[in-house]
């Protein structure tokens, strides 16, 4: 650490300003993103905070560090920064994450974020140009990380809209009924039928059927892991919200689906490798009457599953109801050519996501050396040059 750096406070560079109620962000339409505790929670139609700046969690047993680069709008779960020196504000950001702010507990019934704690923090605070020169180090490697969620979604979207125009629109059965051309290779048009016939849920492809789910698949049990028995690793570990972490050890062999079964009952999760399913989750085992796990994948979110859930006083999927649900069957030859339609995409969408997993640790381990001086910008520019970043 050079000698231009300076030791100071967080109460010496900014405020923290309460954020505001608000009602009707989950369903709004706006332009400005709205943050709580954990982060990003829906849109508003006026910024709350005018500037780009850093969310820190108020209330709750978790409270995070998010970063809006645009104006936005905070709850009143959360506070924003507020700058009364000069710095940059996504330095600001990777310093704070540096520090556990669910540490500073004001000791009221709910868990919330002391600001007499947080003013009192200690930081070190680097030049100007070096605190942009680290932000952008780290920026560049959340960027890629961002690029490659949007792309992921980007790739399962064009899945998803191929489940749609075959198994829920019909689309080459109609085009072959009405005597158009499907679209599609010959080779693949000539696997779908030229009509429909009755069903219990209307009129399906001739051929087809509808069976019970708990024909075709059953929902296994995850197993507890607590996060503090974690050991690292490349293993994604899942909860009923999704991904919540990575561990050493694998439960189930992928590529595979997740449902969860407390606290987000019904929520549909793929996993293309190896994986960890937590006790708060069900994951799917397909029985031989239906082994398309791409098929299922997107049939099991097209389903109402949430609206089956269990009567306790935490929410949860009741799996007995979901197997009385129908699933439609389609033909084997049909789901052969959907997988080999959508596999590649899907192992794009595996090749990023550990591209992320690569990112995100190198990230974590360059942060706290950045932010606390041990690791110098051009130094750690050279090293990132090398590994080809």
Known sequence: MGSEWHRKTWGELATLEY?????????????????????????????????????????GAYRGIHFSSKPFYVIDTAFYLNPVADFDIKWAYYELLTHDINSMDSGSAIPSTSRESFYRLPVWVPPLSEQRAIAHILGTLDDKIELNRQMNETLEAIAQAIFKSWFVDFDPVHAKADGRDPGLPKEIADLFPDSFENSELG??????????LGDVIALAYGKALKASNRMPGNVPVYGSNGPVGLHNEAL????????????????????SRDF?????????????????????????????????????AVPGLNRNLAYMNQILVPLHKVLTSFDKHVSPLFERIDANEKESITLSTLRDTLLPKLLSGKFRVPDTEKLLMEAGL
Not at 205 to 210: E, I, M
Not at 281 to 291: D, E, H, R
């Open 252 to 271: 189930v062999k992928g590529p595979g689906i997740i449902v969860g079964r407390k606290g987000n009952p019904g929520m549909i999760t793929w996993s």
């Open 276 to 312: 960890y399913p937590i006790d708060t989750t069900f994951y799917v085992v397909p029985k031989t009457s239906l082994s398309s796990l791409f098929y299922l994948f997107y049939a099991l979110k097209a389903q109402d599953l949430p609206s089956l859930s269990a009567d306790s």
């Open 203 to 212: 009129k399906i492809p001739k051929g087809w059927k509808l069976n019970k």
């Open 19 to 59: 954020g505001k109620g608000l009602r009707g962000y989950q369903e709004a339409t706006g332009n400005f993103r709205v943050y709580g505790t954990n982060g990003p929670i829906g849109w508003h139609d006026k910024p709350l905070c005018p500037f780009p700046s850093v969310v820190v969690g108020r209330k």
